[in-house]
């Protein structure tokens, strides 16, 4: 069977040194916020550019803490996509702001800026610009127009780690980057966590109290919550860590292999941004017959899927309640169009191949 991601197997290569890693933390006396954790903030921030690092407990709480440090709650608006994961709209209600929803770029799957000005109102505090599929949003348009209106940009890199735009980080270019290290990520634990990005020694401050009941001393100066990173996740992050751009690597070698066997199959590639450079999460293409193909594949052994079936503001949690005065005609078109295609750092060229086959039979057919 091939599957479309496969967290177990990258556990697998990296095996003898995670489980050092992991036996180092149960044999100490520290098993949340420790030696590990600092040592992972550290070592992250200077992977990433950034004069901070905060390790939280998750990519949903590194968003929510990202935008409470910036003082975002009732009353304040919140641009951003429909098409993400929902944890990116849950994050901005969980502070009590409301979401505003623009749609995307039909090449990029990215924030379109075209329609940030129509979104715009008094209200408007943040944008949120997801970089998904493993490349960048157009952050020197959205980075314009959030100086030009004076509010805050939080780069969502929880698709996206190690990837750039013109030559620096994700992560590092807005006023915080927030990360998810779910297990099937390219930076990805063994349970949940997540890292929080930023060049500004007050904002990581706060975010650091936030993340534990607001404290200072044990002291909550802020309203905060419970969201420490523990030290096994932080240890097998540091593991993974050092071989990201690596397994980085891997991705891109089996992408090129899907767009040169592929080129000239009625299955629409992705594109990326010039300015970008892509670290292939998920490798999605467009189809027009979606449940048969996958269908197909799954006849042949191969579990595609779907990122993501149905855009948030049409799920039943938040009919009618996203803000949206815009078409999102882009979003919904897509939304039955897009189907991702096995990859992940252990996934073997001789395995792309099959798929490459498998889809091939289908458009003969």
């Known amino acids: 069977m091939i599957l479309c991601a496969n967290p177990s197997a990258q556990f697998k290569s ?30 992250f921030a200077e992977y990433i550019g950034t004069t901070s690092a905060i390790g939280v407990a998750n990519g949903t709480d590194a968003i929510e803490l990202a935008l409470r440090a910036l003082d975002v709650g009732y009353g304040d608006e919140v641009i951003t996509v429909s098409h993400t994961a929902v944890a990116t709209i849950a994050a901005i209600e969980a502070t009590g702001a409301k979401a505003v ?62 990837a750039k735009y013109n030559g620096k980080r994700l992560g590092s270019i807005g006023d915080i980057g927030c990360f998810s290290c779910y297990p099937t990520k390219n930076l990805g634990a063994i349970g949940d966590a997540g890292l929080i990005t930023t060049n500004n020694k007050k904002l990581s401050k706060k975010i650091r109290m936030l993340r534990e009941y607001g404290w200072d001393k044990r002291i909550s100066i802020y309203p905060g919550r419970n969201s420490r990173l523990d030290e096994l996740q932080a240890a097998i992050l540091r593991v993974k860590l050092r071989h990201l751009d690596s397994d980085n690597s891997k991705r891109n070698k089996l992408a090129n292999h899907y767009i040169a066997e ?5 299955i629409v590639m992705p594109k990326t941004r010039d300015e970008s450079t892509h670290v292939y999460h998920l490798f999605v293409v467009q189809v027009s017959n979606r449940n048969e193909l996958m269908n197909h594949l799954k006849r042949k052994n191969i579990l595609a899927g779907i990122h993501y079936p149905t855009p948030t503001h049409l799920q039943p949690a938040y009919l009618n309640r996203l803000t949206t005065s815009i078409d999102m005609k882009v979003t919904e078109k897509l939304a039955d169009r897009i189907l991702s295609l096995p990859i992940y750092p252990e996934l073997s060229i001789k395995d792309a191949q099959k798929v490459v086959e498998a889809l091939k039979c289908f458009n003969k057919n």
């Open 262 to 266: 592929l080129f000239d199959s009625s």
């Open 101 to 162: 929803i623009v749609d995307i770029e039909p090449h990029f799957f990215t924030l379109q800026p075209s329609q940030l000005t129509n979104a715009l109102t008094t209200n408007t505090k943040a944008i949120i610009a997801v970089h998904i599929y493993g490349q960048s949003a157009d952050l020197n348009s959205i980075s314009i127009f959030c100086k030009k209106n004076k509010i805050f940009l939080i780069e969502d890199v929880s698709q996206a780690h190690g």
């Open 14 to 43: 990296y095996q003898a040194e995670i489980e050092e890693a992991v036996l180092a933390v149960m044999r100490g006396d520290r098993y949340v916020l420790g030696d590990e954790v600092a040592a992972l903030e550290q070592d």
